[in-house]
């Protein structure tokens, strides 16, 4: 079955600071994967989509790339703010928005 | 901006009791679906539902749930005889049709099964 890998443990960094999330998978090749955010006790947010055949993409302080020989895809948040606290989810779409998740990896950013 | 809505925010129900929950995606969305989250765990894919009819379901959707559109507007969950294990948040997406990727979703019931 599709395996999502994202880090576990919480990431700490400070205002200003850049921050890189990862998301390793396995036993898939997803033409698109996605990244959401999540607050507590609330849904899920959209916030970038890339494809198979794209390898960046960007939305405002957002980067996501999209490597389909490593298996990988990284989330970058530039110029990072506390209000960028939240999990951050990594999504293989597996056909029509059928999503398989990762458990998320939970960003601290302090002042 | 649109927003797909859900209620009951939170149920608490005993063992064995049917419960729905209820959801009113976006208007012109044309595919529904229902993810669910148990506690500190990953989300996962319930049901998808188009055209009146289930798409695909995991095998977490078994015989004691189902979906309904009853009136074009509304998407419920049913889950027929709750288990302790059923708790969980449930959240209620959509997406407008084809393949536009952005599921938006809803802010989730909490289902607490006693």
């Known amino acids: 079955s599709q395996k999502i890998e994202q880090n576990s443990e919480a990431l700490n960094i400070q205002e200003g600071k850049t921050a890189t999330l990862t998301c390793n998978y396995t036993n898939y090749s997803p033409a698109y994967l996605q990244w959401y955010r999540q607050d507590p006790g609330r849904g899920p947010v959209f916030l970038l989509l890339i494809r198979e055949n794209e390898k960046e993409k960007r939305k405002e302080r957002l980067k996501v790339t999209f490597d389909t020989t490593l298996k990988q895809s990284l989330f970058h948040i530039t110029a990072s703010q506390p209000a960028d606290s939240a999990t951050y989810l990594c999504?293989?779409?597996?056909?029509?928005?059928?999503?398989?998740f990762g458990t998320g990896t939970r960003l601290l950013v302090s002042p | 901006e649109p927003e797909v809505t859900q209620t009951p925010s939170h149920q608490v129900t005993q063992m064995g009791q049917e419960v729905i929950l209820r959801c009113v995606p976006i208007s012109n969305h044309l595919y529904f679906y229902w993810y669910r989250q148990i506690l500190g765990q990953k989300v996962e894919f319930l049901v998808s539902f188009y055209n009146n009819e289930i798409s695909e379901k995991s095998e977490i959707f078994d015989d004691q749930f189902s979906v309904e559109r009853p009136d074009g507007s509304n998407f419920t969950l049913k889950i027929r005889s709750t288990k302790l294990e059923d708790s969980a948040m449930y959240f209620c997406?959509?997406?407008?049709?084809?393949?536009?990727?952005?599921?938006?979703f809803g802010e989730g019931s909490r289902l607490t099964v006693l």
């Open positions: 997406a959509s997406v407008t049709g084809g393949y536009t990727g952005e599921l938006f």
């Open positions: 999504a293989l779409d597996t056909g029509f928005q059928k999503l398989v």
